[in-house]
């Protein structure tokens, strides 16, 4: 049986990524999907896979760092298939955006148009979803955090902030929107595989790539579909008494002691001496 029949559901990023698998997997169990994306092409082509599978999806172009185009994906959804009761706050780009840096190296006008898209959007996605939600008679956020929102990494303070102020709404939000029947939860993913996380990083250095995956207890880093599973239990009503929750999808990369970690990798990289390092 699928458990989002009749949901309408709004995924930002949906284009590829972890947010293509979260809009397929919606649209698997039921669910109408808007794509809201920068990529219009290949946000076509999910929905060209979403339709082929029989599922029922539409694209809009909408950068989710401009206050106008999140106010009109929100419109789009109830205009085409009259509510909506599902929003996942998902875009942004791990790959090619410049976050790095220490407060003293970060540039305001990075910090600004960073967070724009990792904080921003999340509060206005949410100012506009709930209305339409609470017409709709309640809904299902769920907000894609990161394990950088729980432990940090050196010369990030840009996405690390945002990571940990997206945790934060969410248990804010969820505090506010219970009453009104509307469900707000984070994942927290660790490093996860996608299509363009395989083209920049590991494609030419498959070796650092199994390295990096020896810091998970699975052996093993994250597909897409993992955290889109997680999601889509979010917004189902197996989990109806889950709210203000912040769901770690990591494979076990945050439950280690560092101490025995850093003596693991010390001794694979003596048994592999031909690893190449990822950064
Ligand atoms: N991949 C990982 O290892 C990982 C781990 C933890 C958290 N995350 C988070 O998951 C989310 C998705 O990451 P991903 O790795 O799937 O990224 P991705 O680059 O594979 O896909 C991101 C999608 O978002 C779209 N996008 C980027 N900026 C946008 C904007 N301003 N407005 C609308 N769309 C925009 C892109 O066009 C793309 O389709 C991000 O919030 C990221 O921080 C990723």
Redesign the pocket.
């Known amino acids: 049986m699928q458990r989002l029949a009749g949901q309408v559901a709004i995924v ?10 979260t809009a397929r997997r919606l649209a698997e169990e039921g669910a109408s999907v808007l794509i ?4 219009d092409e ?2 076509e082509r999910n929905v060209q896979t979403i339709r082929a599978a029989g599922g029922t999806a539409a694209a809009i172009h ?5 206050h106008a ?1 999140i106010r009109a994906m929100v419109d789009e959804a109830v205009r085409r298939w009259g509510k909506l009761t599902i929003l996942v ?9 410049n976050r790095d840096g220490s407060a003293v190296e970060v540039s305001e006008e990075g910090w600004d148009r960073a967070l ?3 904080m921003k ?1 999340v509060f206005l996605g949410v100012k506009y979803a709930v209305p339409a939600m609470e017409a709709a008679g309640g809904g299902a956020i769920v907000n ?5 929102g729980l432990l940090m990494a050196p010369r990030s303070l840009v ?1 690390e902030a ?2 940990s102020a997206v945790i934060g709404m969410t248990r804010q939000m969820a505090l506010d929107f219970g009453p009104r029947g509307i469900r707000v939860n984070a ?11 395989q083209a920049a990083m590991w494609a030419e250095n498959p070796s650092g790539l199994r390295f990096f995956e020896q810091q998970y207890a699975l052996r093993r ?2 597909r ?1 579909v993992d ?1 889109a599973n997680a999601i889509v239990f979010l917004c189902s009503d197996e989990a109806a008494f889950i709210t203000g929750h912040a769901l770690v999808v990591d494979g076990g990369l945050s439950i280690q002691l560092q101490e025995n970690l850093g003596v693991h990798l010390a001794h694979y990289i003596q048994e592999h001496p031909e690893t190449r390092l990822p950064y």
């Open positions: 930002t990023g949906g284009a590829q990524g972890i947010g293509g698998a809201a994306d920068i990529d290949a946000a909408a950068d989710v760092g401009r185009d706050n998902n875009a942004y780009s791990p790959v090619g955006e724009a898209v990792l959007s894609v955090a990161s394990v950088h996405y945002g990571k994942v927290c993913p660790g490093h996860i595989v996608t299509e363009r996380i880093c994250g897409p955290i």
